[in-house]
């Protein structure tokens, strides 16, 4: 079992910057991927970005490809998100998620999940 909890969210105007952070306890945080996907209300949950096991590898969704950063700190059981340029359309829940096995951006794909933090962008 891994326990994920998301933290770092808030209201932040269009334009702004924010970092997400998810602490991982539990298992072994470096034995897993660990991707962000986001939730707009009315909309399904979509995938954002994901970093391999090790960090050596990373992959974007195009809407975010250039103003989001995905990283983690396996000494510290963290991922994060660095998001800057944010624009109202970016307002979203964002969750972390663990995969054991597979390197991907379908939700199906992820062990475990975080609760979300709200991320509000205003105009």
């Known amino acids: 079992q891994v326990q994920l909890e998301e933290s770092g969210g808030g209201l932040v105007q269009a334009g702004g910057s924010v970092r997400l952070s998810c602490a991982a306890a539990?298992?072994?945080?470096?034995?897993?991927?660990m991707g962000w996907f986001r939730q707009a209300p009315g909309k399904e949950r979509e995938f954002v970005a994901v970093i391999s096991w090790g960090g050596g590898s990373t992959y974007y969704a195009d809407f975010v490809k250039g103003r989001f950063t995905i990283s983690r700190d396996n000494a510290k059981d963290t991922v994060y998100l660095q998001m800057k340029s944010l624009k109202p359309e970016d307002t979203a829940v964002y969750y972390c998620a663990a995969a054991k096995r597979e390197y991907g951006f379908r939700p199906r794909q992820y062990d475990y999940w975080g609760q979300g933090t709200q991320v509000t962008v205003s105009s």
């Open positions: 539990g298992r072994t945080f470096s034995n897993y991927h």
